[in-house]
Every structure is written in C-alpha cells, then in structure tokens.
C-alpha cells in the first residue's frame, strides 16, 4: 500500500515537465562541477610538489560535487516537497486518499518514499558520474558510497521536514518558503556557534552531521541523528494529518 | 447478525461548540438507495464525511456491513466508495492513469485492475476519453469520472455528494439508471438539491435540517403525504361552503381567490363526482376539477421549516 502511494506521487512528479525540467537542471549543474573538478586536479596537483599536499582523485573531485550537491538540494527539495499535501490540500483531492482503505501512516510514509525515490535518483546518477572516474584512475568506492548514501540521508531528511511544512498550509509556495528557511537555518545553525563548537545548538545543525559522510565516515551516530529527524517530521505530519479529521 | 449495510448510531459532530450534526441515526439494507435532503448547511455533507471516515465524529459511530468504522478503518473504508462534493481528481493524470491508481488504492487485485478500469469507464460512459487528460475534460465528463473512481472496486456502499450537479439531462438520465443499477444489488446514499431526483432512484428518504433528521422513511410516505385527499375545484358561481360541506366524503372546505376552493375529503371517499352533479344542479358553473398535489417542494419547505416535530415514520 505504501508503495501505491508512492508510486501514485512518482507519477504526477513526472507527469508535469516540473520533475523533469528539476532533475535535468540539476544533473547540468553537478556536471558542469564535475568537469571542472577534473581540470582544477591537474591544475591544483601539478602545483603540488610535496606527497603531504597530494589528495585522490575521487577525494577532490568527490567532495566538490558533494559539497555542491548537499548545497544544490536546499534549493531543489523544497519546489518538489512543497505540492505534496499543499496542493491535494487546495484542490480537495485528499478526501480521494482518506477514503481508500490505507492508513494515514501509510499515505504519509508512501508521499515521503515518492519524494525520496524520486530525489534518489539524482544520487544514484552521481554515484554513477563519479565512478566513471575510475576508466583512467583507480577510484576509491568507499568514498564515493559514504557520500551516496550521506547525500541520500540529508535529502530524506530534507524531505520530512519539507514534508511536514507541506501539510501544514494549503498554498504551496508558503510551503516551498517555510521549508527553505527552516532549511537554511538548520544547514548553517553550527555557522552561528563557530565560536563554540560544544553548543548543544550547534551539533542539530544537519552539516554538522554531513562533514563525517563527506570525509568517506559512516557514522552511527550521524545516521541515527538523520533517522530521528525524519522519523519526527514523519510523525508530526501524521499527527497532522489526524488533526484535519478529527478537527475537521 | 442483521444485514445492514450502513448502521450510524447517534451520529454528532461539533464545530466549536455548535452541532452541525446532533444525534443522526438511520440504517440501510442491502438494494436500497438512500435519498439526503437538506438546505445548504444542514449537515448533509458532514454526515457523510463521517459515514466516509474522513472526519471523526465528535460522539456516536458508524458501521459498515458491521465493521465499526473507527476501530477498524481500513476494513471500514475498502467496502465504500465515495465520491464527496469537490470532486478529487489529479488533473495532471489522464483518465485510465487515474483509474488505475484509484483502483490499486482500492485493494483491486493486480490482475484485475485492468478489466476493473474498463468496467468503471464503460458504466459512466467514459470509453472514448481513455487518453485524455482529466484537466481537458469537459465538467459533466468530470463528474463522471468522479462516479466511475467511486465505483470501481465494486464496493458494497457507494456514497455519493451530489452525483448529477453539472450534467446535461441526458448524462443526468444515465446516471440515475447506474445510480439504481448499483443500488439493486449494493447500497447506494445520494444527496442532492433536486427534488423530482429523489423521486425516481430513491426508495428512501431522509430529510435533514440544522442538523438533526426532520425526516426518516420510505419514498411512499413522503408520495402519500405530497398526493393527499384533496381536490381543487374552481367555479363562476360559487356557493357557500356548508353547501359543499353536506356533500358525502367532504370533511374540509376551504375557499380561495377567484371562486377557487380546496376541498378535502375522507380517506376511503371520492367525492369528485357527487361535486360535479351538485355543481349542474346548482348552475354553480364549475370550470375546473383536480386533484391537489402539494409539490415535493411544498413538502420540503414544510418539513424543513416547520419548528414542531414532524411524527417520524419507521423504517422498514
């Protein structure tokens, strides 16, 4: 049923040139960043001399198209979670789902894996750009698997939360603004405390929590910290959602 | 184990503190079809979004074939189809894209979900419009569509907000005869505004005003109270009414403008004729003889407005 769901949302994604128009923006800018990488290698590394000044070649090239990337979804999550509820809000068509026989968990769980999947595959042509390294140099998988699936945490995370702001007002667009400055602000909240990097405030920052997948780390801590933020944003949505038929 | 198909049980539901709906009970068995009436705001629709699930109600519940809609949603729902007043369509979807999702939602099995699409859509008459987008469609093709996603998983309970708003009357024709096509072997509710609807599909009626049920009973009923012992007669000369009065079977005279007078007259008398021979008598000039039927709307304006109690008639 969760997959019905998700499959429902996956097919109005790209029933409207939004999805595609999106994903093929997107995948320009990260290719453009990854031929520029290449070429700033040779430029950077021949200036090298020292063996201490050398990186990989997946480490510099990696980690500018992923630090681009977590940057680049701030952007992107937000026009694609906004129509989520909002906009089934505004043309009344939840009443379609809440009649059918699947529970409200289920239809939030489904429109959270449509959105995912959707955005995974944005990760996935990454993972796959990077890799096509390794036709003339030996590549590091570990690393490029690290940030795949760091990507992939923070752009489910991204999407819970974008999720959530969604269900709560009926125009997209107030949805789409909400969820990008709650965005903004969690992405650069450790940026406020640089001074004090032990604030308990700071470690919610979501970057905070990307550095140790961007370094090639997979954390526990980080992926429980990312699974318990989309797993609140999922809950407050359901809640959400029972408010409507409870309150009416 | 009765066998009703939709039990509501002192349904109430409050909207900050006022009761938009207080206290609605009412039953349907199998192969009924279910008449709604109200004015604007009465509750019509808020009861039927607690039939649906799709509001909590603030007290009371509801039972599907016996499966109580709040304990057991899930089941609850998979045996009603509704279609609510704004009709919910994905208008970036094309028709059979549309289709399929509602009907894969609605626990259609993979394999049937094919034939099941085809069924809906030829039943609402929607075959030619497989590959159009639903946003192109016309408002009455819409409307249809919104029938067809209610119908398609062949529910045991079809609820439907106001089904024939916006149709031609040749689309309106076909939906009623779907609307008692269903409703012969299933349990169809229906609301609506037009009162002669209610007439041809309905076999029961209820009648709902702020809120509470001012009328709950057979579709003979409400005929039997719109038809009445009454006749409407007219004459050039008329004579005063004791004179009427002494004619066998009148019980009531009451007089009109313009010579017209209504009569009423006893449940087993027809004293039409006895009229006519007294009136070439008496050179009364009578001109015109009719039965007088209250229109349903007189009857609706009556039951709707009236603040005493109107004695509720049983279900059967």
Redesign the interface.
């Known amino acids: 049923m969760i997959i019905n769901v998700a499959r429902k949302e996956l097919k109005s994604m790209f029933a409207s040139p939004m999805g595609w128009v999106i994903l093929s923006l997107l995948m320009f800018a990260f290719g453009t960043y990854y031929l520029n990488g290449v070429n700033d290698y040779f430029a950077v590394m021949s200036g090298a001399m020292r063996p201490a000044e050398r990186t990989g070649v997946t480490q510099f090239v990696g980690q500018m198209v992923y630090g681009f990337a977590s940057f680049m979804v701030l952007f992107a999550v937000p026009l694609l979670s906004m129509r989520l509820i909002s906009e089934e809000r505004r043309s009344q068509t939840l009443p379609f789902l809440f009649s059918a026989p699947i529970s409200l968990t289920e239809i939030v769980m489904g429109k959270f894996l449509g959105l995912v999947a959707f955005l995974g595959i944005l990760v996935v042509f990454i993972g796959a750009m990077l890799c096509t390294l390794n036709i003339w140099a030996d590549i590091d998988f570990g690393f490029i698997l690290a940030n795949s699936l760091g990507l992939l945490l923070m752009v489910a995370s991204f999407s819970a939360l974008g999720l959530y702001f969604s269900s709560l007002t009926q125009q997209p667009v107030v949805a789409a603004i909400l969820t990008f400055v709650a965005l903004f602000a969690l992405m650069f909240l450790d940026r406020f405390f640089a001074g004090d990097p032990s604030n308990t405030l700071a470690s919610l920052s979501l970057t905070r929590h990307f550095q140790s997948f961007s370094g090639g780390l997979i954390d526990t801590a980080d992926i429980a910290y990312f699974g318990l933020f989309i797993l609140t944003f999922l809950t407050l949505t359901v809640r959400r959602l029972d408010a409507d038929r409870l309150r009416g | 184990m009765n066998n009703f198909t939709v039990e509501a049980i002192e349904l109430t539901?409050l909207?900050g503190g006022r009761e938009a709906v207080s206290n609605v009970s009412f039953t349907l068995s199998k192969g009924q079809v279910l008449g709604f009436l109200g004015p604007n705001g009465a509750g019509k629709s808020?009861t039927m979004?607690m039939l649906?699930?799709?509001?909590?109600p603030s007290n009371g519940s509801v039972k599907i074939c016996g499966i109580d809609m709040i304990e057991h949603?899930?089941?609850a729902?998979?045996l009603?189809g509704?279609l609510?007043e704004?009709?919910?369509?994905?208008?970036?979807?094309t028709v059979d894209?549309y289709l399929t999702?509602?009907a894969?939602?609605?626990?259609v099995s993979a394999g049937n979900i094919k034939k099941a699409v085809e069924i809906a859509k030829e039943r609402c008459g929607l075959g030619h419009m497989s590959k159009r987008l639903i946003e192109n469609l016309s408002n009455g093709y819409q409307q249809r569509v919104g029938i067809a996603?209610a119908i398609i998983h062949n529910p045991m309970v079809v609820i439907l907000d106001e089904p024939t708003v916006g149709l031609d009357p040749i689309q309106i024709r076909d939906i009623r005869a779907l609307i008692r096509e269903v409703g012969a072997e299933r349990s169809v509710i229906i609301s609506t505004h037009i009162l002669p609807e209610v007439e041809m599909v309905c076999d029961h009626v209820q009648i709902i005003d702020k809120g509470k049920l001012v009328f709950n009973g057979a579709i003979d009923v409400l005929k039997k109270q719109r038809i009445g012992n009454k006749l409407l007669i007219a004459m050039h000369n008329p004579p005063s009414t004791d004179e009427l009065l002494k004619i066998a079977g009148v019980t009531e005279v009451e007089a009109l403008s313009a010579g017209q007078m209504r009569v009423r007259f006893a449940d087993d008398a027809a004293p039409a004729e006895a009229i006519v021979q007294a009136a070439v008598q008496n050179n009364w000039g009578l001109h015109q003889i009719a039965p007088d039927q209250t229109s349903l709307e007189d009857v609706f304006v009556q039951l709707t407005y009236q603040e005493q109690a109107v004695p509720e008639a049983s279900v059967s």
């Open positions: 539901r909207y808020t979004k649906t699930g799709n509001l909590a949603p899930k089941e729902k998979a009603i509704y609510p704004m009709r919910p369509l994905y208008k970036e979807l894209e999702i509602a894969r939602l609605h626990r996603q």
